[in-house]
């Protein structure tokens, strides 16, 4: 079983930063992305940023300049830095975590989603 722990969700004035962190554990063989997605209040969830197993990146146009995703291989942990944060950046933020786990002596593919953690950027 994979567990996902969000953090570093807060209340912060327009134009601040925050830095989200999560935390990928548990049987683990192989991790080939690591994303982060958000939803406001009515409505979809969005993707804000990809990073896969090669280094390569994906962002939003809304957060393009921004916003940076970075993961730590070794502690399968990935990070969203974000910097000028906007009001319509508040939403609540999700880790997604794509790769192969080993259960019951068999590898398989998995996808898990973390708790979410709230943003809020105030005027």
């Known amino acids: 079983q994979v567990q996902l722990v969000e953090s570093g969700g807060g209340l912060v004035q327009a134009g601040g930063s925050l830095r989200l962190s999560c935390a990928a554990s548990?049987?683990?063989?192989?991790?080939?992305?690591m994303a982060w997605y958000r939803q406001a209040p009515g409505k979809q969830r969005e993707l804000v940023a990809r990073?896969?197993?090669?280094?390569?990146?994906d962002y939003a146009d809304s957060v393009k300049g921004r916003f940076t995703i970075s993961r730590d291989n070794a502690k399968n942990t990935v990070f969203l830095q974000m910097n000028s944060l906007k009001p319509e950046d508040t939403a609540v933020y999700y880790c997604?975590?794509?790769?192969?786990?080993?259960?019951?002596?068999?590898?398989?593919?998995?996808?898990?989603w973390g708790q979410g953690t709230q943003v809020t950027v105030s005027s």
């Open positions: 990073i896969t197993s090669g280094g390569s990146t």
């Open positions: 548990g049987s683990i063989s192989s991790i080939n992305a």
């Open positions: 997604n975590v794509r790769g192969l786990v080993l259960g019951a002596g068999v590898l398989r593919p998995f996808v898990d």
